[in-house]
């Protein structure tokens, strides 16, 4: 049985070939093993360790987003801080500053 494996180009197209077939015609389309783009994609999706900062690192953080928090905040307050902001931003909620600057219109 012929060994295929998926393979994909820079526009997303996908298709499955036999290594033989992406070895002498695919590659020079631009097709690229699937695997091997999902290994490269890892170290972008690696999350911030906000344990491992220091309160400098993320007070720096939180200001950049825009988060308010108290200047006498401890290094765990602040981390948990950070990960409620860092979880708001990858689930699309709307941060907290803007539900309260732009409450919806009340009709009447």
Do not use: H, W
């Amino acid at each position: 049985m012929a060994d295929l494996r998926d393979y994909v180009n820079k526009d997303g197209y996908r298709i499955r070939a036999t290594t033989r077939a992406y070895e002498l015609y695919y590659r020079k389309q631009g097709f690229r093993p699937v695997e091997a783009l999902q290994q490269e994609q890892k170290p972008e999706a690696a999350k911030l360790s906000f344990a491992k900062m220091n309160i400098v690192e993320l007070k720096k953080y939180l200001t950049e987003r825009g988060i308010p928090f108290e200047a006498k905040a401890k290094r765990e307050e602040l981390a948990a801080a950070c990960e409620a902001a860092d979880n708001r931003t990858v689930s699309g909620e709307k941060p907290e500053e803007d539900i309260k600057d732009n409450p919806d219109p009340v009709e009447e």
